[in-house]
């Protein structure tokens, strides 16, 4: 099996920084592509960020210029450094990966999310 596990969600003021970080373990031979992805109650899930293997990125209008997607290979983790929160920022923070298992099947992957609330 594949797991994802986020991490460094929390509560902040509008104007400051969260780290998050999102850690892929299990029977994983190669990641290519990860991403993250935000969802607020009652809306749907949207993309924030996405790196591929090779480190070309993508960003969402509403976060290019505040937020950084980043990765560690070695480490099979994938980072969002989101400076300059604004409320309209809150919601459940999910990381995705394009995995290859040890059995040669490819596949998506999702954390179960961290809670990002950005006050006013």
């Known amino acids: 099996q594949v797991q994802l596990v986020e991490s460094g969600g929390g509560l902040v003021q509008a104007g400051g920084s969260l780290r998050l970080s999102c850690a892929a373990s299990?029977?994983?031979?190669?990641?290519?592509?990860m991403g993250w992805y935000r969802q607020a109650p009652g809306k749907e899930r949207e993309l924030v960020a996405l790196i591929s293997k090779v480190g070309n990125t993508k960003y969402a209008d509403s976060v290019k210029g505040r937020f950084t997607i980043s990765r560690d290979n070695a480490k099979n983790t994938v980072y969002l450094q989101m400076t300059s929160l604004k409320p309209e920022d809150t919601g459940v923070y999910y990381c995705?990966?394009?995995?290859?298992?040890?059995?040669?099947?490819?596949?998506?992957?999702w954390g179960r999310g961290t809670q990002v609330t950005v006050s006013s």
């Open positions: 299990g029977s994983i031979s190669s990641i290519n592509g």
């Open positions: 995705n990966a394009d995995v290859t298992t040890r059995w040669g099947v490819r596949g998506d992957y």
